[in-house]
T-cell receptor, first 115, second 112 residues
Framework: AQSVSQHNHHVILSEAASLELGCNYSYGGTVNLFWYVQYPGQHLQLLLKYFSGDPLVKGIKGFEAEFIKSKFSFNLRKPSVQWSDTAEYFC?????????????FGKGTKLSVIP | DADVTQTPRNRITKTGKRIMLECSQTKGHDRMYWYRQDPGLGLRLIYYSFDVKDINKGEISDGYSVSRQAQAKFSLSLESAIPNQTALYFC???????????FGPGTRLTVL
């Protein structure tokens, strides 16, 4: 079965620090890749997505992610975090087998930003 | 995001009770999904529907059933709730391409 791994369960950073959250997936075929964010008490919102083309994807709120096919990775980055970035971040992969586009989520990484 | 709504938002029930969670969407999407979220486990797919006549089991469908009453409505039922079904439940929709899923606000269910 396909799987998605997020390396860090909880990351604590000070404001202005740089962020990188790891995400690896197990499937060798065609994939669509996503990062979702869940702010405290809220539903999941799409941060960014990769379907094809430039492997460096820019999303909302200054986030970006890089797809490295050879490493099966889609790491999320932000050069300078803010307190308002405190949230849980989920990597998700859609495997296009049989055209189903089901999303498989990682277990999430909780980010705490200290003012 | 009012495009996808879920009712109720919170529910406390007792073991053995039947519970229905409802999801409605105004996005005009054909595809709808039900997930549960547990701390440290991320989101896991319970059921999904590609249209009114197409219902499919997801990763963890045991103990759950669904009904797609219309394109815009997708309900999740727990026929006999048990405590380990205590979780946050999310409904989501996507268009035919399935490229991006849009989530509702969630229903927090507690089974005592």
């Amino acid at each position: 079965a396909q799987s998605v791994s997020q390396h860090n369960h909880h990351v604590i950073l000070s404001e202005a620090a740089s962020l990188e959250l790891g995400c690896n997936y197990s499937y060798g075929g065609t994939v669509n890749l996503f990062w979702y964010v869940q702010y405290p008490g809220q539903h999941l919102q799409l941060l960014l997505k990769y379907f094809s083309g430039d492997p460096l994807v820019k999303g909302i709120k200054g986030f970006e992610a890089e797809f490295i096919k050879s490493k099966f990775s889609f790491n999320l980055r932000k050069p300078s975090v803010q307190w308002s970035d405190t949230a849980e971040y989920f990597c998700a992969v859609a495997y296009s087998g049989a055209g189903s586009y089901q999303l498989t989520f990682g277990k999430g990484t909780k980010l705490s930003v200290i003012p | 995001d009012a495009d996808v709504t879920q009712t109720p938002r919170n529910r406390i029930t007792k073991t053995g009770k039947r519970i229905m969670l409802e999801c409605s969407q105004t996005k005009g999407h054909d595809r709808m999904y039900w997930y549960r979220q547990d701390p440290g486990l991320g989101l896991r797919l319970i059921y999904y529907s590609f249209d009114v006549k197409d219902i499919n089991k997801g990763e963890i469908s045991d103990g759950y059933s669904v009904s797609r009453q219309a394109q815009a409505k997708f309900s999740l039922s727990l026929e006999s709730a048990i405590p380990n079904q205590t979780a946050l439940y999310f409904c989501a929709t996507s268009d035919l391409s399935g490229h991006t899923q849009y989530f509702g606000p969630g229903t927090r269910l507690t089974v005592l």
